[in-house]
């Protein structure tokens, strides 16, 4: 395919209740999305950095500069490629995996509307449908988290995750395991929020039965997290730490990632992503797919992700309303008895609304490949 334009574009959306983590709150999501048009078809994709570089170091301005002044123009002077190509030409800039994420989605949804295939299809997932589990952010009290969790079991969700903190943990933990019984899967997340000195603490979760720990210590303490793992039942998910092929290969060795949560985003792309499932299939280390609060772009395209067969768990792909009032596709994610329907339409699977997209968007941008 040749490359034509690019266009990048803001859109601004609120969340249906603010989103409250270890790293902060969000209530509105301005959201990168890229629209590229080659000589065969168009395609989109969404680029998940958040405003504020507090997950990771990326965030949404940085994004925005880097594709245009950088991966483009590279991209655009190597000729003619197709999607396995973006991550080939952009390895020799270091850092930016969601940007580079967004610019791959794109020329693989044009590719694949352009030869009619889906994005399950390319890569051979099997199911039809797949379990979806929702992600639940902190609250000021425990009476508000109850009835949220009571909400979302009311849904139908396969699985709970609950967000954790120092001050929000066991207690939390033992109220929700207790309102929803000892059959649900139920998980929690601290978005590195702890430290090595806080073992024995951790320890005290072992007794709730937990799918696992995510990402209890700092991105970069890949070996504490092995000495956490060895010291503890609950396993222990890496979700930060993941970043490329190479470190979830080494975090395996070590014993500190019992279980990883891939997120497309977070390592460079769906084609990276696709490589780690593998990886961790060969290793047997279980997997599942992580979420960055997606409009139904990124969700439809997780969803194909997690067709394949290595995805035991449920992933972070809950439903459109659980996050937005109105998503930006004809079809919204829907929750139905635990599961999420994995698109079978060409490309990425999803058609955008396009007046709505045109409504809250606020601000683009063309870039031209000559
Ligand atoms: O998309 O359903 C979703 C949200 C899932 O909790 C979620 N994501 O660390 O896994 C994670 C967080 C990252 C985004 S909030 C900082
Ligand atoms: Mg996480």
């Not at 609950?162 to 109220?175: N, Q």
């Amino acid at each position: 395919m040749r490359l034509e334009r690019l266009q990048l574009r803001r859109i601004a959306l609120d969340l249906v209740t603010p989103f409250r983590t270890s790293f902060g709150t969000e209530e509105h999501r301005d959201i990168m999305l890229l629209h590229v048009t080659t000589d065969e078809g168009e395609g989109w994709g969404e680029c998940v950095a958040m405003a504020e570089p507090a997950y990771s170091a990326e965030f949404v301005d940085a994004a925005v500069l880097v594709i245009r002044e950088h991966f483009w123009p590279t991209l655009v002077a190597g000729g003619p490629l197709d999607a396995a190509d973006v991550g080939a030409r952009l390895e020799r800039y270091s850092g930016h995996p969601m940007s580079k994420a967004a610019l791959e989605a794109a020329v693989l949804d044009a590719q694949l509307r352009a030869d009619g295939i889906g994005l399950h299809e390319f890569f051979g997932g099997q199911r039809s449908q797949i379990p979806s589990g929702v992600s639940v952010g902190i609250f000021d009290s425990l009476d508000v988290l109850l009835a949220q969790v009571q909400g979302y079991v009311d849904d139908g969700y396969a699985r709970i995750k609950l967000k954790i903190e120092p001050g929000w943990d066991i207690e939390p933990v033992r109220l929700v395991r207790e309102l929803i019984g000892p059959e649900m899967g139920l998980q929690v997340d601290a978005n590195t929020a702890y430290t090595r000195t806080d073992t024995d603490h951790l320890r005290r979760l072992d007794e709730y039965d937990l799918l696992l720990i995510e990402q209890p210590l700092a991105e970069e303490d890949v070996l504490g997290h092995a000495h956490l793992a060895a010291a503890i039942d609950t396993p222990v998910c890496l979700d930060e730490s993941i970043v490329s092929l190479q470190t979830a290969a080494d975090a395996i060795e070590l014993g500190a990632a019992e279980i990883i949560n891939i997120k497309p985003g977070r390592v460079g792309g769906y084609l990276e992503a696709r490589r780690i499932h593998d990886l961790c299939v060969d290793r047997g280390v279980p997997v599942w797919c992580g979420g960055m609060v997606e409009t139904g772009i990124g969700r439809a395209a997780n969803a194909a992700l997690a067709a394949l067969p290595g995805f035991t768990l449920p992933g972070d792909i809950s439903a459109s309303s659980r996050f937005y009032r109105r998503d930006i596709v004809i079809d919204p994610i829907t929750v139905d008895d635990g599961h999420v329907r994995v698109p079978d339409g060409p490309g990425m699977g999803f058609e955008l609304d396009h007046d709505f997209l045109d409504s809250i968007t606020t601000w683009s941008e063309t870039l031209d490949a000559s």
